[in-house]
């Protein structure tokens, strides 16, 4: 996954492990909040990102077939971040880890890791890999990741 560089608002590219160009998240510039439209690479939305306005932490909603997943940053945590990841129906994740470096994973309550990110086999910046286990949805994960990195490294925005 990369941030494009020269861009207005959030824009990101995500490619497969081979280097094709799979999804395109738009990062709308001149919206109240942010609001990001994650598309496959024909321009066809398959989430809509929207950053939930006055409340307490960040909290993000994502929504995907009608469907809305809660991606929550928590407050009060000393010397990390922490981000509840509310999936419709049971088996929420929980995304804990080196947030700040990119190295993170998510995992459910019974500590199934549903993706790792990581940033270590990287050399350009604002490029990290995902690996999403078998079994969950890649858009959503994706999504929630567009979501951490949004919240953990929103002062390099607008470059």
């Known amino acids: 996954m990369r941030q494009k560089m020269l861009c207005l608002g959030d824009d990101y590219v995500i490619r497969d492990e081979r280097g094709h160009e799979m999804y ?29 306005l006055l409340t307490l932490g960040k909290t993000y909603d994502i929504t995907r077939d009608g469907q809305t997943t809660t991606v929550h940053k928590h407050m009060f945590t000393f010397f990390k971040c922490t981000f509840d990841v509310d999936l419709p129906g049971p088996d929420d994740l929980e995304a804990t880890g080196n947030l ?24 350009l910046a604002d490029s990290y890999g995902v690996e999403i286990a078998a079994g969950f949805d890649p858009v959503l994960i994706l999504a929630s990741v567009v979501v951490i990195d949004l919240c953990c490294h929103g002062d390099r925005r607008g470059s």
């Open 24 to 52: 395109y998240v738009d990062g709308k510039a001149l919206s109240i909040g942010d609001s990001l439209s994650f598309q496959d690479m024909e321009g066809h939305e398959l989430a809509r990102i929207r950053q939930r």
């Open 100 to 123: 700040l470096d990119m190295e993170y994973e998510f995992r459910r309550a019974d500590g199934q890791i549903a993706a790792t990110v990581s940033k270590r086999w990287f050399a």
